[in-house]
C-alpha cells in the first residue's frame, strides 16, 4: 500500500528585502514528509529553519513555490482560510512553549479546539487523555508560571495534538529544557510519530534528537544539503556532561579565554553562576568526546 | 477565546481597578453634570412647579415666566375674577433682577404678592412667616445660609431695603432664587402701578383648566392664557434649552475622556498580550475573532466603569445635596441609560483603535524565542 504523503513543499523560496539588501532565507526547497515520518531539520544559526517551518506551516508566504498538507494547496488560500488550516492540520510546537499565561493547564489544551467549530465534547475527552497520557494530571488545574520546563513543553505538545492534526511542526522543542526533560520530551514526540501516525518536522541543533529521527535534513544558507562529516566536533557539557557539537551549539559562554558549549540554558545558567565549580582542574580546554564527526 | 481574553485581564488586577476606576471618573463627571443641570433645571421651574394655580394668565405674546415680563392692567385681573368656572386670582408682580447682600450679588425671581396670599406664595417655609409685609422679604434658607443672614437681617432689593421675616424651603437655585415681597413694595421698586404680572388662577369644581382658558382669552383682550402643565413645559423647555450645549460640551469632554482611559487600557493589554495573540494566530486564531474578543474586552471595562461611577453617584448625590445645599443635583434612569450607550461608544471606539495592531501581529513571531 502506497504510504500516504502528508506534507509536499515544492521549489520555496523566500527573500526578503530587495536589491542589495535582498536575504534569500529559504531557497528552493523542495521535500516531503510521508505519514508517520520524524524529520529532523539541522542547520547553523540563521540557515533559515524557521523561515522554513513558518511557510510550512501556513504562518508566512512563500515568495514562490507551493506547500501541500493532506493534499490542500496552502500556498493559494486566501489569508481568511489559513487560520482555520494552521487550527485542523498543523500543530505547533515552539522552544519557548508559548503556553497562555493565564489559562490553565487544561484550558491551554483546549485552546485550539475552541478555535474549531463543534466537538467541544469529544475535544474534552481527547484533553483528558492526552493529560493522562503526558503524565499532567496532577497540574491539570495550573497555571504555566507554576509549571515545570518539562511541564510545558509537555503541555505545548498535548495542545499541539488537540485537534489531531496530521502535521506537527517543533522548533527547538528541547531547546529551552535539561537534559533529562529534553529526552523526555523527544521520547514522546518519537511515540506521537510511531504510534499516532502523525507527521512530524522537528528542527533542532540538538544532536541527541538524531537517534529517533527517521531521516535528518541540513539546511545551509536556507537550501537543502547533503550534511558534511565534519560538521560535527563533539564536546562535552561541562556541568551535565551531555555531548554537544560544538559548530552548531546555540548556548555558549568563555571563561578565561575559553568557549564552554551547553546543551540547555538552565546548564548555561549554572555555569555562569560558578563556572570554577565546573571547569575543575582542566581550565585550558572544555573535555572533547572521543571523536569528532558526524554521527549516522 | 472570551474565556482567555477575561481571565488575562484579570491577570493583573492592579492594572484592571485603576483602568475601571479611571473611566468610572469620567462618566462619573458627566452623570454629575447631567445630575446638577437636571436639578437645576428643575430649581429653576420650581415656583411654577409649586404654586397651586389651574391656569397661568399673562399679556398676550408671553408664554413662560423664566427670564420674562408681563404687564396685565388691574381691570383685567378683575375682569378674570368674574368670570363664570373662576374659583379664584391670585396676582403677583413678577421681576427678575439682582439681589445684593453685602458684596454678593444674586440672580433673582422676585415675586410681590397680595397679602394674604393662599397659594402664590411659598409652599414650604423652614422659619418665620410666609406673608411679607410691607417693608419685609421672604428668602429661601439655603440663600441665608450661604449669606449668613437670619430673620432681622435686611437684604437691598434695587434700592430698597428689605427687613427678612421669613425662610422657606426649595425655593433656592443656583441661577435664580425665588424672593416673596409685598406687592406694594415691588410695585414701588418697578415704578409700575395698578398693574400684575401674572395671574394664578384657581378653576372651579365644573370647569377645567382648558375651558378655562378658552374662557378667559374670549373674554379678556390681549391677554395669554395657559393650563399650569402647559405654562410648566414651558418654561422647563426654556430651562433645559439654555443649559444643553454646556452640557453636550461637558459630555463630550467627559466621552473624549472615557475614550481615551479605555482606550489606552485597551491598547496597553493588546501590546501586552502582542506575543500571546501571536501565538493564538499561529494556533489558528482568525482577526476577526480577535477583534471580537478584544472588542468585548472593552465593553466589559467600561460596562463596568459605568456601573461603578452609577453606583458611586447615586450614593454621592445625596450626600452632596446635604454638603453643597445651594446645588441641586437628580440621577435620573434615563441619565444612566444615556452613560451606558455613551458606555458602549466609548467601549466600541476604544477598541477599534487597537484592531490595527491585532491584524498587524505576525503570526510567524510566536516561533521567536
Redesign the interface.
Known sequence: MKEKVVLQAENLVKTFGSGHTEVRAVDDVSLSLKQGELVLVMGPSGSGKTTMLSILGGLLRPTSGQVFIDGTNISALSESKLPMIRARSVGFIFQAFNLLDALTVEENILFPARLIRGGQKEAAVRAADLIERLKLGPRRTALPQTLSGGEKQRVAIARALINAPPLILADEPTGNLDSTSGQEVMMILHDIARDEGRSIILVTHDPRVEDVADRILWLEDGALRDRKAEKHAWVRDPVCGMRVDEWTAQLSSTYEGQSYHFCAQRCLERFEEEPTRYVKCSPGEQDRTASSGAIN | ?L??MI??L??EPLTLVVAIASAASAFLLIILFEGIFAGESEQIVAYVRNVKADVWVMQRGVSNMHMATSYIPDWKVRQVRELPGVAGVEAILYLNTVVEVGDQRWFSYVVGLEVPSNYAGPWAMAQGKAQPSVGEAVVPEVFADMTRLGIGDTLRVTDRELTIVGLSKETFSMANSVIFVNKIDLEDIMSSFDIASFMLVKSGPDVSPTELVGAIEDAVEKVHALTASQFLQNDRRLAMQMGTETIALMTTIGAALAILLVAFTIYSQVMRQR??LS????????NR?LYISVALQAVGITLASVIVASITAAALLPALSNFIPAVTMILTVASVAKIAILGLFVAITAALLSARQIARL???S????
Open positions: 477565546m474565556r482567555w481571565k488575562s484579570f491577570m506575543r500571546e501565538v493564538a494566530k499561529a494556533l489558528g486564531a482568525t475573532s505576525d503570526p510567524a510566536a516561533f521567536q524565542t
